[in-house]
């Protein structure tokens, strides 16, 4: 059951690219789908915390800059990225795959900060998400190709999600899931919201439509999925969890192929299966048995 709560969030995390669109079309631009997502979902967090556990909102000021690490570093840059280059590519499969990146640049931040090391099969992850990038990018087909501001903003995504699991980890020490998710969001909010431009814009959200995109993506896309996430790891193994949560960029493919027609070639179906392979080798816990 918490295994299926974990493939649920990755399908919800994948259904993004529908609401952001939407809030798009509406007039806002990606800066302003940031800081409306942050500030909702900091919103709703807030009023669940108070209702169930108001000591979950007590923390050390002295963390103050690892939240600006989940919030800033990650929250907001790794959304604006993300967001942007959905409209830059005109498509989410290839956003969703460079999104992905992150266990990779996990792997490289924590050599230095956690001391981890660089094993045969994290190698072998790395050169796999390489094979795939080259396909997804046009590099091996000589095809329609990325330019390298879009390109630039995939990888952002992926170091930005990244950077959640490094400060996160060094927060998780001290708090529970729950504390960490709801700071960052706060901290994101305080931080993007008063120069996004966003509250002159609010008129623009004042319908049907409006209210749905930003409901949609602030508690479809943020709040239930995060919280969904944090019960299921609690009965399961972190490197199955990476796995399961890998259904997101297959369901941001299936949107963008069903909802915006979307072309999917062949070579950035390689780069796709390539990149999920990277992902699972990367997290599969291997055994030795010794031979008796």
Known sequence: MKAFLILISGALWGLIALFVNMLKWLGLNSIQCVALRVLLSAVILIVYILITDKSQLKIKLRDIGYFIGTGILSIVFFNFCYFEAIEQMGGVAVPALLLYMAPVFVMIISLFVFKEKITAQKLAALFLTIIGLCFVTGAFTGGERLSPYAFALGLGSGLG??????????????????????????????????????IPKINLLLNPTGIFAALGLSIICTVLPYIMYTIGLKSTEAGKAAILATVEPFVAAIVGITLFHEEITLSKLAGMLFIILAIVVLNVRFTHRKRV
Request: no cysteine.
């Open 161 to 198: 999600y990244a950077l959640y699991s490094i400060f996160g980890k060094l927060l998780a020490k001290k708090y529970s899931s729950l504390t960490i998710t709801a700071y960052t969001f706060i901290v994101a909010a305080i931080s993007v919201v008063p120069f996004s431009g966003l």
